[in-house]
């Protein structure tokens, strides 16, 4: 079955930086756009970054460009989150999530059906 993995949240200090990782397993990346949310303490989850496994086109909350990158190995069927210049803000836990893809672009505001169980995050000097 579909597994998803989070990896490489933990404590930074403000203006550092962080790469999380989504690991997949039972599935196939080229096939599928990941995506990736988080939810701050006291917020709804939001939709941060996804991308499309078939061409690598993304796409992106307008806000954090600049700050967070998406990116993609098919061979290891990971997908990495880069994330510079954090915040205080930012802190919150992080998921991943997939979903089969019906054209070649990923979006943010499809429905994902399977979810990793989250990373935190915690930006605070």
């Known amino acids: 079955q579909v597994q998803l993995v989070e990896s490489g949240g933990g404590l930074v200090q403000p203006g550092g930086s962080l790469r999380l990782s989504c690991a997949g397993s039972?599935?196939?990346?080229?096939?599928?756009?990941i995506g990736w949310f988080r939810q701050r303490p006291g917020e709804e989850r939001e939709g941060l970054s996804c991308?499309?496994?078939?061409?690598?086109?993304?796409d992106d909350e307008v806000s954090l460009k600049g700050r967070f990158t998406i990116s993609k190995d098919n061979v290891k069927n990971t997908v990495y989150l880069q994330m510079n210049d954090l915040k205080p803000e930012d802190t919150g836990v992080y998921y991943c999530?997939?979903?089969?893809?019906?054209?070649?672009?990923?979006?943010?505001?499809?429905?994902?059906?399977?979810w990793g169980q989250g990373t935190q995050v915690t930006v605070s000097s």
């Open positions: 999530a997939a979903v089969p893809l019906q054209f070649r672009r990923c979006h943010l505001l499809a429905r994902y059906d399977y």
């Open positions: 991308i499309s496994g078939i061409d690598g086109s993304t």
């Open positions: 039972g599935f196939t990346l080229d096939y599928y756009a």
